[in-house]
């Protein structure tokens, strides 16, 4: 593990309130290859896109539990969040998947009433959004906010302690968890500031994105954080639009080719039923224009309708776009033909050198972060980019990252003894997986009265200090080499301590 990594502790520990005692486990995935996120246009090619997996769980141990039979201090589950990281030649994109609490955060000792759970979202996403940043390349956090009741642990609407917002609050509170980073870079000049436009070049900065189907410009500022009150109103943070020539390389083409299609996402779904309207041949030789929607904005009035989006409930679509040094918010999104621009200019972060090769296989299941592999500029036009920062406490291979969460998702959080047992056998699983005996970081709080301390800008540079045990010999277990039974995550709705695991994918246990 690299220092980078045992760098979101301390970045964790700036934002805890002093005392607050968690145990973070950080995996990935190796990347693979992915189909692409926009369609393509008519008579083009899809473009070359690469994914990774993190996901992040803290734990607390709880004053009662004492140790385990194996001698380490009990823990229960609090939080868990799934993010999908997909790179292009030209954006990166970080997708938030999956979020959700257990309800057991109360066990803490004077459990401060600051939010947890939404400064560890907020950290752990500012983690990944500064190790994933590419010279002369966009970056957007993307995520869809829907109240649901359980998501990464079935069972836990159980549990009376567990708190879950309804659709207005969940939106408020995303966009309050993403506030943070967004301030962490510099308004883009306004209408008026035309002569500030070289000085922008010099830094990066970032604008946030909302639209809430059904809902019109004024009431869509109320979901806006209380700090958009005071922004400038000629360079505004918050905006009620969808950044369309941030995110696709042919503003012009037809609806269907301008939307992101994210796994298990409404917006993916209702695509995919317009798609059913295209002739045969009709998305490569045609126009791809559907029959019925003919207009992104259409297509955005008509998601109000969707099962998803109606039903007497809200939900929200936010991004965060970061331009980085040399490209403005004003530059459209290069085409995958036209390639990257050449930024001499551009400082390139400490956290961006890729991992990258043309001969390995990226698929290949990496257990360290130590492998060596061929360092090649982050701007050449590649869509492989797996920077050797942020790839948490242990890398799986794509099947053993299935098969941790898979696994999780077996699991019961129904009241706080199950819960203990479920993570017990969660992080067992996990350390198996990564052939380690033990996997994880300890973290203490540090932040006086629970007060928000923004972390440091980037990441430190790469060592290798692993906080794992290496497992004996014969403690190793064999894994499966056989792909795990597939499962359907759900809707992308996401509030840790907030979402949904659907119905179908939780296997209950008995109470006895």
């Known amino acids: 593990m690299s220092k980078v990594d045992v760098d979101l502790g301390d970045a964790l520990a700036k934002v805890l309130p002093t005392g607050v005692k968690l145990t973070i486990r950080h995996i990935s995935s190796t990347?693979?290859?992915?189909?692409?996120?926009?369609?393509?246009?008519?008579?083009?090619?899809?473009?070359?896109?690469?994914?990774e997996n993190h996901f992040l769980s803290a734990s607390i141990a709880p004053a009662d539990k004492g140790k385990s039979d194996g001698g380490v201090e009990a823990e229960i589950i609090v939080f868990g969040i799934e993010v999908l990281v997909y790179t292009t030649a030209h954006l990166t994109t970080i997708f938030v998947s999956k979020a959700d609490s257990t309800g057991h955060l109360h066990l803490l000792n004077a459990a401060p009433k600051s939010s947890i759970l939404r400064h560890l979202t907020n950290t752990f996403l500012s983690f990944l959004v500064h190790t994933h940043q590419r010279p002369g390349v966009r970056l957007v956090v993307s995520l869809f906010a829907r109240a649901q009741n359980q998501y990464l642990f079935p069972g836990s609407i159980e549990n009376a302690e567990k708190h879950v917002l309804d659709d207005r609050g969940l939106i408020k509170w995303w966009c309050r968890a993403l506030d943070p980073i967004l301030?962490?870079?510099?308004?883009?000049?306004?209408?008026?500031?035309?002569?500030?436009?070289?000085?922008?070049s010099a830094r990066s900065s970032a604008t946030a994105y909302l639209i809430v189907p059904s809902c019109d410009k004024f009431e869509t500022r109320g979901f806006f954080p209380p700090t958009a009150k005071s922004d400038d109103k000629d360079r505004p943070r918050w905006l009620n639009a969808y950044p369309l020539s941030q995110l696709c390389s042919h503003p012009g083409a037809p609806p269907r080719c301008l939307v992101p299609r994210f796994p298990d996402d409404p917006k993916t779904r209702f695509l995919i039923d317009l798609d059913d309207e295209l002739p045969e041949n009709g998305a490569t030789e045609g126009t791809g224009q559907w029959?019925?929607?003919?207009?992104l904005d259409q297509f955005w009035e008509m998601m109000s309708f969707r099962q998803e989006c109606s039903a007497g409930r809200l939900v929200g679509f936010l991004w965060l776009v970061i331009n980085p040094p040399g490209v403005l918010n004003s530059n459209p999104m290069l085409s995958s033909k036209s390639g990257l621009t050449e930024l001499k200019d551009a400082p390139k972060p400490a956290s961006s050198a890729p991992i990258t090769s043309q001969d390995a296989n990226p698929s290949e299941s990496l257990k360290g972060?130590?492998?060596?592999?061929?360092?090649?500029?982050?701007?050449d036009g590649s869509a492989f980019y797996w920077p050797q920062t942020g790839r948490g406490h242990a890398v799986l291979s794509e099947v053993d990252y299935k098969a941790a969460i898979e696994f999780l998702l077996e699991q019961d959080f129904y009241n706080e003894e199950v819960s203990t047992a479920s993570t017990n056998a969660f992080n067992n699983k996990v350390a198996a997986l990564a052939d380690e005996l033990w996997i994880g970081q300890l973290v203490v709080g540090?932040?006086?009265?629970?007060?928000?301390?923004?972390?440091?800008?980037?990441?430190?540079?790469?060592?290798?200090?692993?906080?794992v045990r290496k497992r004996k010999k014969e403690e190793q277990t064999e894994a499966s080499g056989t792909a795990p039974s597939a499962t359907t995550s759900t809707e992308s709705s996401l509030p840790p301590?907030?979402?949904?695991?659907?119905a179908n994918l939780i296997r209950k246990k008995k109470k006895t």
């Open 31 to 51: 990347p693979t290859t992915s189909t692409a996120l926009f369609a393509p246009s008519p008579g083009e090619e899809a473009e070359p896109t690469f994914y």
């Open 291 to 295: 029959r019925s929607v003919r207009s």
């Open 183 to 200: 301030r962490e870079y510099e308004p883009e000049s306004g209408s008026q500031e035309q002569d500030k436009k070289h000085e922008e």
């Open 446 to 467: 540090k932040a006086a009265n629970g007060e928000f301390t923004k972390p440091a800008p980037g990441p430190a540079a790469i060592t290798n200090t692993p906080l």
């Open 369 to 379: 972060s130590g492998d060596q592999t061929k360092v090649q500029p982050a701007n």
């Open 497 to 502: 301590g907030v979402n949904v695991l659907q």
